[in-house]
């Protein structure tokens, strides 16, 4: 599904990444591990097209981005949810709108005539909240609005950057429930997290391999959970 041969990627005329190779299986599911500025955003970047590796190969779907258009990589990435760190929202549009934001930007009819959004919202426990402006919500419940957006589109790859960074312990349990469910569902599900106690959480309920970026390289940090 997605897959990097031997990658780089320089940034500001230094090696952020060097010699990545992984390959994305359909139904896998993956923790990325590393310390802060090690690489793990610009990583996930690289896996969902927003950037160009400095050498190697990127393939979305069995196309290589270079020699994909913006288009062809746009249309790759609606089959890729992306779970942004930053959680950004439109202010003046209530959650329900935002979580419908990839329909209205792909062409799709107003949410209201989405059959699916209110078992969407619902599933996310967001259900009272659909007609609340983003400012009005706790920071988990911004991190279940943005999860949400990022499987309106039913993607077949959902990728997390530290969804839990900012959130108590119950709610990152709470998230994590959902990634995994995704996952039953058949989804490929990578998490970038500094946090191991989510990833020992996640043992007894989900096969999950740990990678780690250190010294720009991408390790298999241990076998199955």
Known sequence: MIEL??????????????????KL????????TGPS??????????????LIPTAGDVMLFGQNVR???????????????????DCRFLDHLPVSENVALPLTVAGAEH?????????????????????????EL?????????????VIQSPDVILADEP????????????????????????????ATHDLSLIRAAKSHVQARVLRIANRRLQLAGADL
């Not at 706790?138 to 990022?150: C, I, T, V, Y």
């Open 111 to 135: 949410y209201s005539d989405i059959a699916n959004m209110k078992e969407l919202l619902a599933w996310v426990g967001l259900s009272r909240r659909a007609d609340a402006l983003p400012p």
């Open 67 to 85: 020699t994909m258009s913006r288009d062809d990589i746009a249309l790759g990435r609606r089959r890729i949810g992306v779970v942004h760190q």
């Open 25 to 32: 299986a359909p139904g896998s599911f993956h923790f990325l």
């Open 164 to 191: 839990t960074g900012n959130i108590d312990w119950d709610m990152s349990q709470r998230l994590l429930t959902l990634l995994i469910e995704l996952n039953r569902m058949g989804k490929t599900v990578m998490i």
């Open 138 to 150: 706790s920071g988990g419940e911004r991190q279940r609005a943005a999860l949400a957006r990022a």
């Open 37 to 50: 500025g090690a690489g793990k955003t610009t990583f996930l970047k690289l896996c969902y097209g927003a």
């Open 5 to 22: 041969d031997n990658v780089a990627y320089s940034y500001g005329g230094g090696e952020l990444l060097s010699e990545i190779s992984l």
